[in-house]
């Protein structure tokens, strides 16, 4: 359960991040190879919602994928719901780009909105939890409130 005080805190920050590029790079060491797993933001999503929820203590710790996020989601008490609410955490369905398919991850706020991060701009944007219909939310989740 996440008390109100922190929920609000939480919802706050969320709202708050839009156009950070905090969650931009994560660099990891692949052999000798160095590189930036986010790509300058453009896949920066799971990084962003697992960044936001391990500061307030609501999931593990902070990962790069979606799937890495949505177990530790499921493993931290968050339950899959059938309707969004305002803190839940929506998930969409896999979209090709480029060679690539990848899931993508990001916040309900209410009223037909979401935060999650911009593929193109590379950093959290507001937009309509639906993307206009261009993509579909395949899970939601929510962790109850104290």
Known sequence: MISRNIYKTYLAAVKNSIGSKTFRNFWVVDGKKKFD???N??????FFVSGILTMFGLIERIHGTVA??????EKSGWQKVRRPRIGSILVWEKQ???IE??????????????I????RKGFPARHNWQFDGKRKVIAIYWKEIK
């Open 37 to 39: 797993a986010m790509r």
């Open 41 to 46: 933001g453009e896949l920066s999503c799971a």
């Open 68 to 73: 890495s996020t949505i177990s530790d989601l």
């Open 96 to 98: 090709l780009f480029g």
């Open 101 to 114: 398919e990848h899931s993508h991850i990001g916040f309900y706020i209410g009223g037909s909105r979401a």
């Open 116 to 119: 999650s991060n911009n593929v």
